[in-house]
């Protein structure tokens, strides 16, 4: 069912203001860190320690990929605070940036919508 045109670029323009607004909510996340920030436990190989018996060493860490490769970085108990809010603010600069691309694409499939229902053909065929 066709739309009527001016409905659709009423909706094409409600749509690019609303990918407006989510662009200036990505770019005001201020300092962030690509990562994830956990509590990591593990073993650390002594036979005697108490790892080895299940009561593994508990280390905040930092992780992810660079140049293909997964890194870890341990994290100093004095900066846990600051790299879990960087880490934080990276999840939702990443989860903003998948909206905005879903909605480029609808975006980008109205504007087309728009532009077929005022096509005119010239010459008439």
């Known amino acids: ?14 749509d690019f203001r609303a990918w407006g607004r ?16 956990y509590l990591m436990r593990r073993k ?27 890194k870890l970085y341990a994290v100093p108990a004095d900066q846990r605070a600051r790299v879990r809010q960087l880490a934080a603010a990276w999840r939702r600069y990443q989860r903003a940036r998948a909206r905005l691309v879903k909605q480029a694409a609808a975006l980008l499939k109205l504007a087309d919508q728009v ?4 096509r005119v053909d010239w010459p008439a065929p």
């Open 1 to 14: 069912m066709k739309r009527k045109p001016p409905a659709l670029r009423q909706k094409l323009w409600r």
């Open 22 to 37: 989510l662009l200036r909510a990505m770019t005001s996340q201020g300092p962030l860190t690509p990562g994830s920030f």
């Open 44 to 70: 650390c190989g002594k036979a005697s320690c108490r790892c080895a018996r299940g009561h593994l060493h508990p280390a905040w860490v930092l992780t992810r990929t660079e140049s293909g490769r997964h």
């Open 115 to 118: 532009a077929q229902n005022e």
